[in-house]
């Protein structure tokens, strides 16, 4: 039997088995001869760096057009006014990470840093994503026309408009750098000598300001290699997206999946509190090490109008009924999860008093009773339409056991909970 690629021409060939590898082997396989890059000259994706005067950004970019999604080749061109997402393959992991304005600032919250994020996985994956654009400074240049490389432009990045519930997603903002002090342990042993160092960092702000960047084409950027060695390298993590999150991101909750797209390390202050999620008779059980008692709160609707339930598909039904629950608790939930954040910023000092400091926060207060034989803080069911008891959220739901094997149960119940400057 003869195959209907044995008489195939080469680039034929070669294209078909283009389309099933990824964006960098592909782009590897076209480099090797002039040969491979004569007969794959769609298969070779458009690489660019971002530099300016002292830093370039330590990674190797694709690049696509918004919305289309058409994937820029080795010949084209970026154009002022488009928008952009910049990008990059994770081979380690095996997906696309977009690079994003993420969390705001520690000392300025007019500003976000940068960070990559997973693209998205399944059609069930909630998405961190932004759009970039080459801005048109109206005098030289005209909107639409080619941007030319190593140019000194403005960049600007955008939100993306399907998903509005991240950090600054509609607002538009500029790349900028700052700078900040840097304090590196030099011997923790013995008399915590410690170097204190200057470092540059990208971000985006809000305010136009007068901060330019090249944009080169890998090639381009690689032939001048002895004054970019010169040049402060860049580097970014790629960051887990939270399942979901408050205050900009300072915010966030993740599972045990969501861990799976990046890491929870934020390059600063951040306190990580792992939590385990149960429910018994209806009442979802939070609980934590850092503090003496559990927190309780009913699994009821906001009201008898209230919206469709929103599931969440692949994550844990636990952490679909943290989701779901009336919205009146999430400040209380919030507030219990930041007591033992402070608990833990603190060293546990004076516990004795972290109950009774929690149970006089106003949120909570006016809320909720504790119960001393069960150790457990409750909060009252919510009680409307002439005090009418509202039905459960997700009956199946309303009994979920805490599992055995670790001091907060079985691995799939824990979460985790991540606060970061300016949340605390």
Same mark, same amino acid.
């Given at each position: 039997? @003869?195959?209907f ?5 080469d680039?034929? @060939? ?22 491979l ?15 300016n005067?002292?830093?370039? /950004?330590?990674?190797?970019?694709f ?9 820029l ?12 997402r ?33 693209w ?10 932004r759009?970039?654009?080459v ?6 240049h ?14 600007? %990045? ?6 509005p519930?991240f950090?600054?997603?509609? #607002? ?9 002090? %840097? ?5 923790v ?9 200057e470092?540059?960092?990208w971000?985006?702000?809000d305010s136009?300001?007068?901060? #330019? ?17 010169n ?6 993590? =790629?960051r ?6 408050? @205050? ?6 993740? $599972?045990?999946? $969501?861990?799976?797209?990046g ?15 149960? =429910? ?6 939070i ?7 559990e ?14 339930? #929103? ?12 989701w779901?629950i ?7 939930v ?18 004795d008093? =972290? ?5 006089? /926060? ?9 119960d ?5 803080? @409750? ?13 459960l959220? #997700?009956p199946?739901f309303?009994?979920?056991p /805490?599992?055995?094997?670790?001091p ?14 300016p949340c605390?």
């Open positions: 039997m @003869i195959s690629l044995d008489r195939a021409p680039d034929v @060939i070669l294209n078909y088995i283009g389309e099933m590898l990824t964006p960098k082997e592909v782009s590897n396989l076209a480099c090797c001869n002039s040969h890059r004569s007969v794959l000259p769609h298969a070779v994706p458009l690489r660019i760096r971002i530099t005067d002292v830093g370039v /950004l330590k990674h190797t970019l690049v696509s057009e918004f919305p289309s999604g058409r994937m080749q080795q010949d084209d061109s970026l154009r002022f006014g488009q928008r952009y910049f990008w990059r393959f994770d081979s380690r992991r095996g997906h696309r990470c977009d690079l994003i304005s993420h969390l705001p600032l520690e000392d300025d919250d007019s500003g976000f840093d940068l960070a990559f994020a997973a998205q996985r399944t059609k069930y994956d909630r998405c961190n994503r759009t970039w654009m801005e048109c400074d109206n005098n030289n005209k909107e639409g026309g080619i941007v030319p490389w190593g140019l000194e432009v403005a960049i600007t %990045v955008e939100g993306d408009a399907e998903f519930a950090a600054c997603h509609g #607002k538009k903002r500029h790349l900028s750098t700052y700078s900040t002090v %840097v304090e590196e342990l030099l011997n042993e013995e008399d915590e000598e410690s170097e204190i160092t470092e540059i960092r971000c985006v702000v136009p300001n007068d901060e #330019k960047f090249k944009i080169l084409r890998k090639d381009d950027y690689d032939k001048n290699r002895i004054h970019n060695n040049l402060t390298k860049i580097r970014l993590k =790629t887990a997206t939270p399942v979901f999150h408050g @205050i900009d991101g300072a915010f966030a909750i993740y $599972s045990e999946r $969501s861990l799976e797209s890491c929870m390390d934020f390059g600063r202050d951040q306190i990580v509190i792992a939590f385990s999620l149960s =429910t018994k008779e209806g009442f979802l059980h609980k934590t090490l850092q503090l003496p008692f927190f309780v709160v009913p699994m009821t609707k906001q009201s008898e109008h209230t919206p469709d339930y #929103k599931p969440l598909p692949k994550e844990h039904p636990l952490m679909e009924t943290l779901n009336n919205k009146i608790y999430m400040n209380p919030r507030c219990f999860l930041g007591t033992a954040a402070n608990h833990l910023l603190w060293d546990g000092d004076y516990p008093q =972290t109950l009774e400091r929690f149970s006089k /926060l106003k949120t909570v207060v006016q809320k909720g009773f504790y001393d034989k069960a150790h457990q803080f @409750i909060l009252r069911e919510h009680l409307s339409m002439e005090r009418k008891k509202l039905p959220q #997700k199946e309303a009994n979920i /805490l599992g055995d094997g670790h907060l149960g079985d691995r799939h119940n824990i979460f985790f909970c991540i606060f970061t400057k605390f």
